[in-house]
């Protein structure tokens, strides 16, 4: 199927889901979920279903590994083989490594590794399901988790995506719209400074364009934003409440 067969949005500006140019899909977060990890979060986002187990700070073994300055950051992106609709070959491939490194790379930026030399933060990302926006969802949950595990960090880091779809930039792509559309542009953020951490871009986009994209994604940053403070709100007051906090 070629995308120009496709009509990925109609003369009333509604998409394939019924959402407006400017809308986020569903978006549920739940810190706290994993009680033999340091920190977790569970998020599902559209049709994304996200699990983020967090350990450490803990040495790092073997020795010959560790940095005396600071903690080594090691995320680990992993889509379940039952996560697509064509089952994956399970393990880990070329852009499961790539993605690992990149968020691993974004989330040096707000943790302070410093104070930890000589030791792993270990950030395992598993996709249950994936729809489309995986990297931007599991980097917003990995921040969940970090904060739930208490790793000292600057800000909360969150991601979002912007692209086009026959020629206009609209936020959060869909399945079909990251497939058929014509560009993707996947952003993550400090939101109390809008520091960028993490930037990529597929496809093609005028300066103008990029320029739209670009403050689309990171205003649909700061409305996650406020969903990662809100589930970690809920999970430590559920704490208090049992008696488990102080």
């Known amino acids: 199927m070629k995308s120009e067969e496709i009509k990925l949005i109609d003369s009333n500006g509604k998409r394939l889901d019924g959402r407006g140019p400017l809308d986020l899909r569903k978006i549920k977060i739940e810190a706290g979920v994993l009680h033999r990890a340091d920190g977790s979060c569970y998020l599902e986002w559209g049709g994304n279903k996200i699990l983020v187990a967090v350990y450490g700070p803990r040495e790092a073994i073997p020795k010959h590994i560790q940095d005396q300055v600071k903690a080594l950051v090691n995320a680990r992106y992993n889509m379940a083989s039952f996560s697509v609709e064509d089952r994956k070959r399970p393990g880990p491939d070329r852009r499961s490594r790539e993605i690992s490194k990149v968020i691993s790379e974004a989330l040096e930026r707000v943790i302070l590794t410093e104070q930890f030399p000589r030791t792993t933060i270990d950030v395992n990302i598993e996709v249950l399901d994936a729809e489309a926006g995986t990297r931007c969802a599991g980097l917003t949950a990995a921040g969940v988790a ?7 960090m600057t800000d909360i880091p969150v991601a979002c995506a912007a692209g086009k779809i026959d020629g206009q930039v609209v936020l959060d792509l ?4 990251d497939n058929y559309g014509d560009a993707d542009l996947p952003v993550a953020i400090a939101p109390r400074t809008d520091e960028i951490i993490l930037l990529q871009m597929d496809g ?5 364009e990029f320029d739209k994209a670009l403050d689309l994604a ?3 940053c700061h409305i996650i934003s406020k969903l990662q403070r809100k589930a970690l709100l809920d999970r430590y007051q559920s704490l208090i409440e049992g008696g488990d906090i102080e």
């Open 218 to 220: 990171i205003k649909g």
């Open 204 to 208: 093609h986009l005028t300066i103008e």
């Open 146 to 152: 970090l904060a739930d595990a208490g790793i000292p």
């Open 174 to 177: 869909g399945k079909e719209e």
